[in-house]
């Protein structure tokens, strides 16, 4: 059974920077497709950056050169570089894996991010 551990949120004012990481237990790591998801209170949940088992990436337009995705397959482990952060990208945060052969989704249980005005 894969499990997704999440950390890295917290409150930081506007223009500042979090860095959130996912670490996955439970399965061969390469073989998923990783991503971030959102939800702010009130709104449907967003996909915020995928990164494929070959390195590509793909992001939301409103985050595009603020915010980058990673892996390290090593380390089971997904990052999320948040830079310029503004009060919108206040939510709370979910790592997501999917598997490329079955589709089998994973969700972590979420990270609060808050950026202050």
């Known amino acids: 059974q894969v499990q997704l551990v999440e950390s890295g949120g917290g409150l930081v004012q506007t223009g500042g920077s979090l860095r959130l990481s996912c670490a996955a237990s439970?399965?061969?790591?390469?073989?998923?497709?990783m991503g971030w998801y959102r939800q702010a209170p009130g709104k449907q949940r967003e996909l915020v950056a995928t990164?494929?088992?070959?390195?590509?990436?793909n992001y939301l337009d409103s985050v595009k050169g603020r915010f980058t995705i990673s892996r390290v397959n090593a380390k089971n482990t997904v990052y999320l570089q948040m830079n310029t952060l503004k009060p919108d990208d206040t939510a709370v945060y979910y790592c997501?894996?999917?598997?490329?052969?079955?589709?089998?989704?994973?969700w972590g249980q979420g990270t609060q991010v808050t950026v202050s005005s």
């Open positions: 990164i494929t088992t070959g390195g590509t990436t």
């Open positions: 439970g399965s061969t790591f390469k073989f998923y497709t």
């Open positions: 997501n894996l999917e598997n490329i052969w079955s589709k089998n989704n994973y």
